[in-house]
Nanobody, 116 residues
Framework: QVQLVESGGGLVQAGGSRRLSCAAS????????EGWYRQAPGKQRELVAA???????TYAASVKGRFTISRDNAKKTVYLQMNSLKPEDTAVYYC??????????WGQGTQVTVSS
C-alpha cells in the first residue's frame, strides 16, 4: 500500500526558511508528476510546485524564485525548500504523486505558519 508522509512543517518567522519532505512508501508505477499543493483557510487548494516526468519543474507565480522542488530517487522523497517566507505562505501543504495508471496519491498534509 502506498503512503505519502510529509514532514517539516511548523512555525517560522517572515523571511525565514523551511524545508518540507515527502517520503513515499510502497511502489508507484509510471509516475507522471510529483508535487506540492497548499490550502490556506477559506481558499481553494492550489499547486505550489511540481516535477514533471520529463524532469522539468513548474512553480506557482507567487513562489517562483523563493521555493525549490527537488527529489531524491534513492530515498523516494520529494522536497520543497521554501525561502523568504511570507505570511501569505501560511497554509497546509500537501504532497502528491500522479501516476499514468493509478489514482493520484496524497499525503496527510503539514501545517506551515509564517508569522509577521
Amino acid at each position: 500500500q502506498v503512503q505519502l508522509v510529509e514532514s517539516g512543517g511548523g512555525l517560522v518567522q517572515a523571511g525565514g526558511s523551511r524545508r518540507l519532505s515527502c517520503a513515499a512508501s510502497g511502489r508507484i508505477s509510471a509516475i507522471t508528476a510529483e508535487g506540492w499543493y497548499r490550502q490556506a483557510p477559506g481558499k481553494q487548494r492550489e499547486l505550489v510546485a511540481a516535477i514533471v516526468s520529463d524532469g522539468s519543474n513548474t512553480y506557482a507565480a507567487s513562489v517562483k524564485g523563493r521555493f525549490t522542488i527537488s527529489r531524491d530517487n534513492a530515498k523516494k522523497t520529494v522536497y520543497l525548500q521554501m525561502n523568504s517566507l511570507k505570511p501569505e505562505d501560511t497554509a497546509v501543504y500537501y504532497c502528491t504523486v500522479s501516476s499514468k495508471y493509478e489514482d493520484d496519491y496524497w499525503g496527510q498534509g503539514t501545517q506551515v505558519t509564517v508569522s509577521s
